[in-house]
Structure formats: C-alpha cells, structure tokens
Nanobody, 125 residues
C-alpha cells in the first residue's frame, strides 16, 4: 500500500500560478494511476485531473482544462499539478489519490484506493 503526502499549497493572487506535489512511499508508485481532487468549504469533493501510470493519458475537469496540467515522475515517486491562471473559485484543499487500476485514469473518487491528507490552496481576488 502507498502513502501519499502533498505539498505546495499557498496563498496566491488571482491570475497567479502554483505547483502542487504529491510524493508516494511504501508502494510501487508506477503501479498506480493517480488523480487530484479538491474540496472547497461547505462543498463536496470535486475531480480535478487524473493520469495513467505511464503519464501518456490524462483527463481534466472542464473547469480546469487549459489552466491546469497533471504530470508525474515515476523515478521520483512524485505526482504534480501545475496550476496557472488561478481564480478565486479554485480555492480549496487539494488531495492526491492513487488507484490500483494503473491502466486507466478515472474521475470517480470512489475508484481510488489511497488518499493523501491534502494541501490548502487559497486564491485571493
């Protein structure tokens, strides 16, 4: 089983950029497809982006398409989320998740097996 730890959250002005990282340990990182989800105060968990084990296939929520980029470096056991042109509505706790079905990327939270604790992103207007 893999343990996941996110970092990189911060307070940033609208229009700015952040890069989140998620480091995996205790498992074979390359054997998982990975995803990013977010949860704003008083709201449910929302899919952001997903990537297959090789990084060849990615999937984005409509709300972040063209602004966010998900990548991974299996040699470093690390998942990334590059967030550009940030908006106040991007404010949330961002969590990474690992899915043992490494060959597909999925937007459905219930299909993920392991979760990190999250990192706070705050975008001021």
């Amino acid at each position: 089983q893999v343990q996941l730890v996110e970092s990189g959250g911060d307070v940033v002005q609208a229009g700015g950029s952040l890069r989140l990282s998620c480091v995996g340990s205790g498992g074979t990182f390359s054997m998982y497809s990975m995803g990013w989800f977010r949860q704003a105060p008083g709201m449910g968990r929302e899919f952001v982006a997903a990537i297959t084990w090789s990084g060849r296939n990615t999937h984005y929520a409509d709300s972040v398409t063209g602004r966010f980029t998900i990548t991974r470096d299996n040699a470093k056991n690390t998942l990334y989320l590059q967030m550009d042109t940030l908006k106040p509505e991007d404010t949330a706790v961002y969590c990474c998740a690992a899915d043992e079905s490494w060959w597909v990327s999925t937007p459905y939270a219930y299909e993920y097996d392991y979760w990190g604790q999250g990192t706070q992103v705050t975008v001021s207007s």
